[in-house]
């Protein structure tokens, strides 16, 4: 038999999981559902809605591109700096290749973990655990570096941190796509892309000035970064809706006129209409 719930219609499990999903809902919209608004509002709020997504995950993600510039400007620092026999161009590579073998190893999983949990609280504990790491990599900054030990600490670090950068991509794309419909994904998700480049670009600029402040002292750039993904953090958790429908929003594909008709006759004999229909268009963006 067959269920509605929220505009959403399926059977059994289907209906099961899609319930579960909005009972986990965070507090900050667990009780909102647009669907029930006049079309011209309900129009407005799934623009704003795709717009918030949209910069949420952006700027999480160029948050992400500080850092590695962050840690690009402190590697000039440790090969300059006092302990500059111990930390040589080939001991600094190593690092970097440590990070980048697990993040080509954890890609592949964390996609099958983005497919089978929660995004949003995916993406959550992704970036408190990138907070924790960036720090664990300034820390040592901090102390007296003429120790072999740190050779082994920074390898540690920089594996966590591939294996939780990892984890943000997959998830990332999955929800951009969910978002948005076929027409306008593929220019989009380039345009959502150049995160990367923003990044880049902010925050070498950022970096530069926080240097003139801090000096020599190359771990309170790390520090800084990691203060700012714990609260990107919070902004995720409470505030990034994964999938449209847990608000009652619909994302339709564009469709032949043949399945229009149908799809018109379909929802004339049922019970449960759902009043908000996008139009086709040759290209839209919502």
Same mark, same amino acid.
């Given at each position: 038999m067959k269920r509605s719930i929220q505009g959403y219609e399926g059977t059994g499990?289907?209906?099961?999981?899609?319930?579960?999903? +909005?009972?986990?809902?965070?507090?900050?919209?667990?009780?909102? !559902?647009?669907?029930?608004?006049?079309? !011209?509002?309900? +129009?407005?709020?799934?623009?704003?809605?795709?717009?918030?997504?949209?910069?949420?995950?952006?700027?999480?993600?160029?948050?992400?591109?500080f850092e590695r510039v962050f840690w690009s400007l402190s590697k000039s620092y440790l090969k300059t700096g006092p302990y500059k026999e111990y930390f040589t161009t080939s001991v600094l590579s190593s690092f970097d290749f440590a990070e980048l073998i697990a993040y080509s190893i954890f890609l592949y999983l964390s996609g099958i973990i983005g497919d089978n949990f929660d995004q949003r609280r995916v993406l959550t504990w992704a970036y408190l655990g990138l907070g924790t790491v960036f720090f664990m990599l300034g820390l040592p900054g901090f102390m007296d570096l003429s120790s072999g030990f740190w050779y082994y600490y920074f390898i540690l670090v920089m594996i966590l941190i591939g294996a939780l950068n990892a984890m943000l991509w997959p998830s990332f794309i999955s929800i951009v796509g969910h978002w948005f419909p076929k027409s306008s994904?593929?220019?989009?998700?380039?345009?959502? *892309?150049?995160?990367?480049?923003?990044?880049?670009?902010?925050?070498?600029?950022?970096?530069?000035?926080?240097?003139?402040?801090?000096?020599?002292?190359?771990?309170?750039?790390?520090?800084?970064? *990691?203060?700012?993904?714990?609260?990107?953090?919070?902004?995720?958790?409470?505030?990034?809706?994964?999938?449209? !429908?847990?608000?009652?929003?619909?994302?339709?594909?564009?469709? *032949?006129?043949?399945? *229009?008709?149908?799809?018109?006759?379909?929802?004339s004999v049922s019970s449960g209409d759902d009043n908000h229909v996008d139009q086709g268009h040759s290209i839209s963006f919502w």
């Open positions: 499990s289907e209906y099961e999981s899609y319930q579960e999903k +909005l009972t986990n809902r965070p507090t900050t919209w667990k009780q909102v !559902d647009y669907s029930a608004l006049p079309p !011209d509002e309900y +129009l407005k709020r799934k623009r704003t809605e795709q717009i918030k997504v949209y910069l949420v995950t952006y700027i999480a993600y160029s948050l992400i591109h994904r593929g220019f989009l998700a380039g345009l959502w *892309s150049t995160c990367n480049n923003t990044g880049n670009i902010l925050g070498i600029q950022l970096g530069a000035g926080l240097l003139t402040i801090f000096g020599d002292n190359w771990q309170w750039l790390l520090v800084t970064i *990691s203060l700012l993904v714990y609260a990107w953090a919070g902004v995720i958790y409470f505030f990034l809706v994964p999938e449209p !429908d847990l608000i009652g929003i619909s994302v339709k594909e564009k469709s *032949s006129s043949k399945d *229009s008709e149908v799809e018109s006759q379909n929802t």
